[in-house]
């Protein structure tokens, strides 16, 4: 896993730094805090963990950048090569063994880089040969999934959703921060709707 995120220009501690301000994130509101306000602020808190650990903590020629258009909030390597969004994921991320979904549908902007992820699939050949050509910018997930004060999370290459618009396929997973062994009475627990991915349509006129 640690030299898969090495050849990705990542390290495995500055995704953990993002894990554990998800689960701070999601457990830091109070009861008198609005609906789906756990939710919000842990993509916020993550999402701001992962570019001040890419952009900021960086060397200048290391840093990656953010993009934000069309309400995909992206965080883009140096040579625009691969973007990655936070996303929430059910309660399977980070388990190798079982399939992850996102826990909510996407919208139009994340349905572009799956199609973009698809088209490209014949260039991801072995990890020692993943783009032997220039390809455009791969969209990954970083999916995370907080249950009580422990985040679980996978960078993960998406290239399909289901019939709701979550996606249920990947290309590859890297599990950053994996399940424990199965225990029945530690069931990972259901957590709100915590995702943003915003549809930005254009005024007529």
Request: aromatic share 8%; proline share 8%.
């Amino acid at each position: 896993m640690d030299a898969e995120l090495r050849y990705l220009g990542l390290s495995r501690e500055e995704l953990e730094i993002v894990a554990d301000g998800a689960a701070w994130g999601r457990n830091s509101g109070s009861r008198w805090d609005p609906p789906g306000y756990a939710g919000w602020n842990q993509y916020g808190v993550s999402t701001r963990f992962l570019r001040k650990a890419l952009i900021e903590d960086r060397a200048p020629q290391h840093r990656w950048r953010m993009d934000n258009s069309g309400g995909l909030c992206k965080t883009v390597d140096p040579k625009q090569i691969m973007a990655i969004v936070v996303s929430s994921g059910s309660p399977e991320t980070g388990d190798p063994d079982k399939n992850p979904t996102t826990l909510n549908p996407k919208g139009v902007y994340s349905r572009q880089g799956l199609r973009v992820n698809r088209s490209q699939m014949d260039l991801f050949e072995d990890d020692d040969r993943m783009w032997p050509h220039r390809p455009r910018t791969w969209l990954w997930f970083l999916l995370i999934h907080v249950d009580g004060d422990t985040a679980y999370m996978e960078l993960s290459l998406p290239v399909d959703m289901d019939e709701t618009g979550r996606v249920d396929r990947w290309l590859k997973r890297i599990i950053v921060k994996s399940h424990p062994p199965p225990d029945e009475g530690n069931q990972p627990k259901d957590i709100l709707d915590d995702d943003i991915d915003i549809d930005v349509q254009p005024r007529a006129g």
